[in-house]
């Protein structure tokens, strides 16, 4: 694939004319600048519809934006990078903070690159690609440790870091049919489906997989008018399974959605033989759950990670980054072993499994039913367990049975969602006080506010890894090593 070339800074601009000696821009023209001769219909500065600003980029913030100020007032710019100069449009302003778009790069940051895919800027995909991979690692650096700081946890001087090919690397991707029914992803400034060719972040299966999918819907409407399409590959892309969300499902009988899928599913297989399994999902109301209403071929593939072999069913979770996954799993169970760990959170047992080799038992707690059968086939003749259980019940659980000399594992590895743990999952871990604990986060928010509780509880933070699962984008995962005190 064409890689990213260095781009060169913009200087022109319509400010340069007007620098004083100083080689400061002058903000206003001397007619702006004098009330009688202001435009009394003219939006005021700062305001969406208002004239562009010249505004200096200061640092990277969660969300994939960057920082800039406005007379004091946080302004909040996408696809700039620290030390840029731009000329901004101000597109939404609130009480505490300003968003704008960048329409000139007047002076670019050294560190600025082409992006590599077209749909870059309009796709909401990816955020980072305006920027070379060694700057993008440094943003995530920069915004763990100052969110981290933040919520009161001393971070420790060196974060290490796990980064891999920062290109192809996503298992899994998740595309919506615009109204001629070309696959997409949502845009970056709107809902709408931006139509993607490529797709450089993605296993190349799964691109090929979508526009396939895309030209063989078209060829069974309207029986079949699919709305999403979710494709999931092994690490070698040599296995692939496809979920199919419709509305239209919704309101077929059950006979007419299986004989119409299973012919999309069988033409979709000849043009990608990779495809092992396909399902179609009935899609209501936002408050409704999708609900599969037929099948074809294989309900999970076999997926080859840190070298055990892993079954993972249809919409089960799974590490999203192929190339990374046995290094984020040597990551949290590397040095640990004894008579008991608990993976919480656990999935399909990507941490677990791993883990049998080195604990005499080990309990493996989900509550997800796309994931815990393939999780108990994955613990099938190992000294795993598994509780089929939310982690916060089955800690409940745990203090309401305790004996006066209870079994406490001597690791427990915690995997939660972006909302974290909570206060009262950090209350009861504290109370079973194992001596190790592993906290794998997906979002660094939740994770300071989770840290601060643990160490006021008695543990200490070992290590902090920034494990790069998500290139191009501002998404980041993080691994900590806490110790009882």
Not at 49 to 56: D, F, I, N, R, T
Not at 421 to 435: D, F, H, N, R, V
Request: with cysteine; proline share 7%; hydrophobic share 45%.
């Amino acid at each position: 694939m064409k890689r990213p070339r260095q781009q060169s800074a913009v200087v022109s601009h319509p400010f340069r004319k007007q620098r004083g000696k100083d080689g400061a821009p002058n903000q206003q023209s001397a007619a702006a600048s004098h009330p009688s001769r202001r435009d009394k219909n003219a939006v005021p500065r700062g305001r969406p519809g208002g004239a562009p600003l010249l505004v200096e980029i200061e640092k990277p913030i969660y969300g994939g934006a960057f920082l800039a100020r406005l007379e004091g007032k946080a302004v909040f710019v996408p696809l700039t990078m620290p030390g840029e100069q731009a000329r901004v449009r101000i597109v939404e302003d609130r009480p505490g903070y300003s968003t704008a778009e960048a329409e000139e790069i007047v002076i670019a940051s050294p560190n600025r690159i082409a992006p590599a895919c077209p749909h870059f800027g309009a796709c909401g995909g990816c955020h980072y690609q305006h920027a070379n991979y060694e700057t993008q690692l440094a943003f995530k650096q920069a915004i763990l440790r100052e969110t981290l700081e933040r919520g009161g946890v001393a971070s420790p001087v060196e974060i290490d870091v796990l980064a891999g090919e920062p290109w192809s690397y996503r298992n899994r991707i998740r595309l919506a049919f615009d109204a001629s029914g070309n696959p997409g992803y949502r845009g970056r400034r709107s809902n709408a489906v931006i139509p993607v060719s490529e797709c450089p972040i993605a296993a190349p299966l799964l691109v090929r997989a979508a526009h396939a999918a895309a030209e063989v819907a078209r060829q069974f409407a309207p029986a079949l008018r699919p709305a999403e399409i979710s494709l999931f590959c092994d690490a070698g892309e040599n296995s692939l399974l496809a979920s199919v969300f419709s509305s239209s499902a919704a309101h077929s009988s059950p006979a007419t959605a299986r004989s119409s899928f299973g012919g999309f599913a069988q033409a979709l297989a000849e043009c990608i033989p990779a495809l092992k399994g396909a399902e179609l999902a009935a899609i209501g109301g936002k408050a409704e759950q999708p609900r599969t209403v037929a099948q074809w071929g294989a309900a999970s593939l076999a997926y080859r990670a840190a070298n055990f072999g892993y079954r993972v069913d249809h919409g089960a979770f799974f590490q999203v980054n192929r190339f990374l996954v046995d290094a984020l799993v040597e990551r949290v169970a590397a040095g640990h072993q004894g008579e008991l760990a608990w993976d919480l959170f656990a999935g399909v047992g990507l941490f677990a499994r791993r883990l049998t080799a080195s604990f005499a038992r080990v309990v493996a707690v989900e509550s997800a039913p796309a994931a815990t059968q393939a999780l108990a086939a994955n613990l099938k003749g190992t000294t795993g367990t598994v509780v089929r259980s939310t982690t916060l019940d089955f800690l409940r659980r745990v203090r309401k049975s305790r004996r006066p000399d209870p079994a406490v594992p001597g690791l427990i590895v915690v995997d939660p969602p972006r909302t974290g743990l909570g206060p009262e999952i950090t209350a009861l871990l504290a109370e079973i006080a194992a001596p190790a604990l592993v906290y794998v986060s997906c979002d660094p928010a939740t994770l300071a506010r989770d840290l601060r509780a643990l160490a006021d509880s008695g543990y200490a933070i070992e290590s902090i890894a920034l494990a790069d699962l998500f290139p191009q984008t501002f998404h980041l995962e993080t691994v900590v090593q806490l110790r009882r005190s």
